[in-house]
């Protein structure tokens, strides 16, 4: 399924959490692996540029922080990253630089890569959004199935078991989701794909894309 695989998916120059997506083949693969290689990492950043605020969390210096945002370890919150009032982020996440993290967005064991935006009421758990994703206002990532069995990505009659219970969205390099679109567990979007508002995803979508419905998704040109 090599729709799904980093390579096809990101420029991992965009991103200060390289060096852990390199291990792997699937993004989804570095899921289990995220709290770790932050704990390892941050405290190999340039105390010139970062500060530990508190226990294993990360900020850059130049980061914009509101004093209602909650932030959980741990973290790393990179340079220039703006983190608007009433914004939650629970730990785990890898937040890249130039980033807007919004109002009541609510931020989980994720890899937000540089320019990422989740500007508006979006909640994002367990997921990886490449650079410069965009998520429109009141959507989200469903991280975990109703029958809370494991998730499983499936491609046409393609499929791979990922031995997850919880697995968001894998979102591609530029991808914009519109407004109160749900992104189902298992869903990856190829890069450069566009997610119409109110759009229920489920399964990969091809890159290059608009995704009106499952039976309407058109190239673009």
Same mark, same amino acid.
């Given at each position: ?7 096809? !998916?990101?420029?991992?120059? *965009?991103?200060?959490?390289?060096? !852990? !997506? ?7 693969? /570095? ?12 405290? *190999? ?5 970062? *500060?530990?605020?508190?226990e294993n969390v990360w900020i850059a ?7 209602? /945002?909650?932030? &959980? ?19 785990? /996440? ?8 919004? &109002? ?6 994720v890899i937000l890569f540089n320019k990422?935006?989740?500007? =508006?009421? &979006? ?10 994703? =965009? ?7 469903? &991280? ?13 009659? *393609? ?56 039976n309407e998704i058109i190239e673009k040109?």
């Open positions: 399924m090599k729709e799904c695989k980093i390579c096809n !998916l990101y420029n991992l120059e *965009e991103t200060i959490a390289k060096d !852990l !997506l390199e291990s792997v083949t699937y993004p989804w693969e /570095a899921l289990p692996k995220i709290g770790d290689f932050i704990i390892k990492l941050g405290k *190999e950043l340039d105390i010139n540029l970062y *500060e530990e605020k508190s210096k130049t980061a914009k922080i509101a004093l209602t /945002a909650s932030i &959980n370890g741990p973290v790393i919150i990179g340079d220039s990253t703006e983190i608007r009032p009433g914004a939650y982020i629970r730990g785990n /996440a890898i937040i890249g630089n130039g980033v807007v993290v919004g &109002n009541s967005t609510e931020l989980k064991n990422v935006q989740v500007p =508006h009421y &979006n909640y994002v758990g367990d997921s990886i959004l490449g650079y410069k994703a =965009h998520m429109g206002a009141g959507s989200i990532t469903s &991280n975990v199935k109703s029958d809370k069995t494991l998730v499983i990505v499936k491609n046409g009659n *393609e499929q791979i078991e990922t031995g997850l219970k919880k697995f968001g969205a894998m979102l591609g390099d530029m991808v914009e989701v519109g407004c109160g679109s749900v992104l189902n567990p298992g869903t990856v979007v190829g890069k450069n794909t566009n997610i119409y508002p109110l759009s229920s995803v489920r399964g990969v979508i091809k890159e290059n894309c608009i995704y009106k419905n499952k040109y």
